[in-house]
């Protein structure tokens, strides 16, 4: 009974982990947006309006980003109303409701200051999680990089994707070749404008694992660079280089 009990609570973990990363890329993408806008505004203006299901999530941003002109703090709900339409047209983002997934047409989804963002996520988590993980297996031995490799492999895919990866590759000179062939955290995704669409938005997630993977490996005292490219989706490769 209890390992049953465990095994349920071991899949809630993944699942909310899993919902968790999947929010990365809209809600850095939303940060970027309020941190490019410097308006008065925003600090007085919206700033106690509460979260609604018929609320923009980047509201304070979106009715200040494109347009032109003061914005008075005393504005009424009318005029705050008008702004944001008459920025419909030219922000994408406006139609940022929550559960909607308008979000990724905005321009900022492969900004630096978004991509940075996100492999800075990964690459914190990376350095803390690799003790972790070698605590929780204490029978993995760690001698060369080609061990952290198979530790990333193995027990750190394990823990963020609930698999392995599929393939590891390397020419004995420093550089190393993972693969993943159905890379979960990217293989919901699906655009109503086609594959081409779907990949290229998918490309901001693979910042993430990207940071992960360097986190791992500077936490064991090796830089490296480290990056991924989506081959046939939902396979990606990933590329790291000392």
């Known amino acids: 009974m209890s390992d049953d009990l465990l095994d349920t609570q071991s899949q809630i973990n993944y699942k909310s982990l899993q919902y968790l990363l999947q929010e990365l ?15 008065d505004t925003l600090k007085s203006a919206d700033c106690d309006i509460q979260t609604r299901i018929d609320t923009q999530l980047s509201t304070q941003v979106l009715t200040n980003t494109k347009t032109t002109g003061n914005i008075n703090s005393n504005d009424n709900t009318n005029s ?18 929550p559960g909607t997934i308008h979000i990724f047409d905005s321009y900022l989804i492969h900004s630096d200051e978004t991509t940075i963002r996100i492999d800075t996520y990964g690459y914190n988590l990376g350095l803390k999680i690799a003790e972790i993980l070698l605590y929780k297996n204490s029978k993995t031995k760690i001698l060369d990089t080609l061990d952290i490799m198979k530790f990333i492999c ?14 590891l590759r390397t020419n004995h000179r420093g550089t190393y070749v993972l693969v993943d062939n159905n890379f979960k955290l990217i293989t919901t995704l699906n655009s109503a404008k086609g594959l081409q669409d779907t ?25 490296a660079n480290v990056s991924a ?12 280089r000392q």
């Open 199 to 223: 990949v290229t938005k998918a490309k901001a997630y693979l910042w993430f694992p990207c940071g992960v993977i360097r986190g791992i490996l500077m936490s064991f005292g090796v830089e």
């Open 80 to 97: 705050n109303a008008d702004i944001a339409t008459s920025s419909t047209v030219n922000n994408p983002n406006t139609a940022d409701l």
């Open 154 to 167: 193995r027990d750190v895919w394990k823990c963020f994707f609930d698999k392995q990866m599929d393939n």
């Open 25 to 39: 890329v809209p809600t850095s993408i939303r940060v970027s947006a309020q941190l490019q806008n410097t308006s």
């Open 229 to 240: 490219e989506i081959t046939q989706f939902p396979a990606v490769i990933f590329n790291v």
